[in-house]
C-alpha cells in the first residue's frame, strides 16, 4: 500500500473533518461522569455527527458496532459501548472517528470518572504528553522510528509500558492508510516523512507491562496483567515546519 501525500484541497477537508471530530470530543468530555453509560455517550457522538452532514467513521468497520470504541480500566481499545454504568475511580478511553466528504478524522482521549487514584491520573498524563513528545520529530525530511521512539522513551522513563499489538497508521479517504506508525522504536527499513502526508498518531499506555489479550467479543483488548491503561490520538499533518494537529479545537 502507497503512502498519499494530500494536496491543499485535500487538506483542508481534513481539516474540517478534524474540526468536527474535536467538537465531538468536547461535547464527550463535558457529559463523562459517574453515572453516565458508554452506550448513551455512543448515541450521543453519533447524534452529533450526522447532524452534521458526517458519518461515524468506525460504525460497521469490520463489523464494529458503535460509533465510539469506549474502553474501560483495563480495557485497552476497541471497547464496545454498551449499558456499562461508569463509575468514581474509572477511567475511560474514547476512541472517536469520522468522515466528512469523503475524508476521515481520528482521535482518542482517556478520561478520569471522577476522583482516580494519583497513580491512574499519572498514567493518562504520560500518555497524552507522550504523544507531544512523538510529534516533536514529526517533521519533514525525519523518519517515523523517530516518533516512535520518543513515545517509547518517554513513557518508559515514567513507569509505564507502551502496546505493541496496536500502532498507528496513515488516514485520508481511508481510516486505515499507510504507513503503520510504532509507538516505539523498531528495526530495519524507515520512511521518511514528506510534507502533505497524513497520520493518526495513538500512543496506548499499560500501568503494568505491554502485554494484551483479547475478549471473547472479538473486539475488546485489554492488559493481561488487569492493570490500567491509557489512550492518547490526533490527526495530524505533516509540513514544511512543524506539524499541525488537525483534531484539536479551533
Known amino acids: 500500500m502507497s503512502i498519499t501525500i494530500k494536496t491543499e484541497n485535500q487538506i483542508g477537508k481534513m481539516r474540517k473533518a478534524g474540526k468536527l471530530l474535536a467538537e465531538v470530543e468536547a461535547l464527550i468530555a463535558k457529559t463523562v461522569a459517574p453515572g453516565v453509560t458508554t452506550a448513551y455517550l455512543d448515541k450521543l457522538a453519533e447524534d452529533y455527527i450526522r447532524s452534521h452532514g458526517a458519518i461515524p467513521s468506525f460504525k460497521g468497520y469490520g463489523g464494529f458496532p458503535g460509533t465510539l470504541c ?19 475511580g474509572d477511567i475511560l478511553s474514547v476512541d472517536m472517528g469520522c468522515i ?32 507531544f513528545e512523538g510529534i516533536i520529530f514529526a517533521k519533514e525530511g525525519n523518519h517515523l522510528n523517530d516518533i516512535g521512539t520518543a513515545i517509547q522513551k518517554y513513557v518508559e522513563n515514567n513507569g509505564f509500558s507502551v502496546v505493541r499489538a496496536y500502532v498507528g497508521h496513515g488516514i485520508g479517504t481511508k481510516l486505515h492508510e499507510a504507513p503503520e506508525i510504532p509507538n516505539f522504536k523498531t528495526l530495519g527499513r524507515d520512511i521518511r516523512l514528506q510534507k502533505g502526508m497524513t497520520l493518526a498518531i495513538e500512543p496506548m499506555v499499560n500501568m503494568g507491562d505491554y502485554n494484551i489479550r483479547l475478549l471473547k467479543d472479538g473486539w475488546t483488548a485489554v492488559t493481561k496483567d488487569g492493570k490500567y491503561a491509557a489512550h492518547y490520538e490526533n490527526t495530524i499533518l ?5 506539524p499541525e494537529i488537525l483534531t484539536l479545537p479551533r
Open 70 to 88: 469506549t474502553s474501560v480500566n483495563e480495557e485497552v481499545v476497541h471497547g464496545i459501548p454498551s449499558k456499562r454504568i461508569l463509575k468514581e
Open 238 to 242: 505533516i509540513t514544511d515546519g512543524e
Open 100 to 131: 466528512l466528504d469523503g475524508y476521515h478524522a481520528d482521535m482518542a482521549r482517556t478520561y478520569a470518572i471522577g476522583e482516580i487514584s494519583m497513580e491512574a491520573r499519572k498514567l493518562i498524563e504520560v500518555t497524552q504528553q507522550s504523544f
